[in-house]
């Protein structure tokens, strides 16, 4: 059960964009549309800000949104604000076999 | 509103057990499945087990498999995760979570497992 690849930091100033990847393979995020992705702040459980790829939880702000080409998904967080820095983390479903893998986590800085 | 509320962590020796209950609340319990992760000190996440609402599909981490046992009591709308022949590396603050279709919508605060001699 390899995690999936995501990059340990990424940062961007207020009011702009930033995109966060979310690599596998073809056993899990290429081979399926459960792609979700988690907000952690610190010290706090993890929180669902999309799931099935695109979709957003009720009262998640639309500033989040979510995509997938071949084996990597992407976050994308827009109009950037101070709340959005904290860990975020991708996880996709894997098969029968494997069940749920997660990202390594991104730590996302708000300048 | 949907709670979930774990207990039953602690500090435990290498080779020792511990037993983890989540308490839930303000969802049909029967009718989910159940999941718990585990994020070790300044860790990432990692997915640990999950069961089906009726129980009958069970699935672990490699990593735990053959040493954890997670189970659940509908009628008492509780999960459990029976932690056995404990490791270092288990050391991680544990989280139940309510699945939705692979992925987790509700998460409890987590409780802290330590494992040390």
Known sequence: QSALTQPPSASGSPGQSVTISCTGTSSDVGGYNYVSWYQQLPGKAPKLMIYDVTKRPSGVPDRFSGS?????????????QAEDEADYYCSSYAGSNNYVVFGGGTKLTVL | EVQLVESGGGLVKPG???????????????????????????????????????GSFIYYADSVKGRFTISRD????????????????????????????????????????????
């Open chain 1, 68 to 80: 997938k080409s071949g084996n990597t998904a992407s976050l994308t967080v827009s109009g950037l």
């Open chain 2, 74 to 117: 509908n009628a008492k709308n509780s999960l459990y995760l029976q932690m056995n022949s404990l490791r270092v590396e288990d050391t991680a603050v544990y989280y139940c979570a309510k699945e939705s279709a692979y992925d987790f919508d509700y998460w409890g605060q987590g409780i802290l497992v330590t494992v040390s001699s």
């Open chain 2, 16 to 54: 020792g057990s511990l037993r983890l209950s989540c308490a839930a609340s303000g969802f049909s319990f029967s009718s989910y499945s159940v999941t718990w992760v585990r994020q070790a000190p300044g860790k990432g996440l990692e997915w640990v087990s999950s069961i089906s609402s009726s």
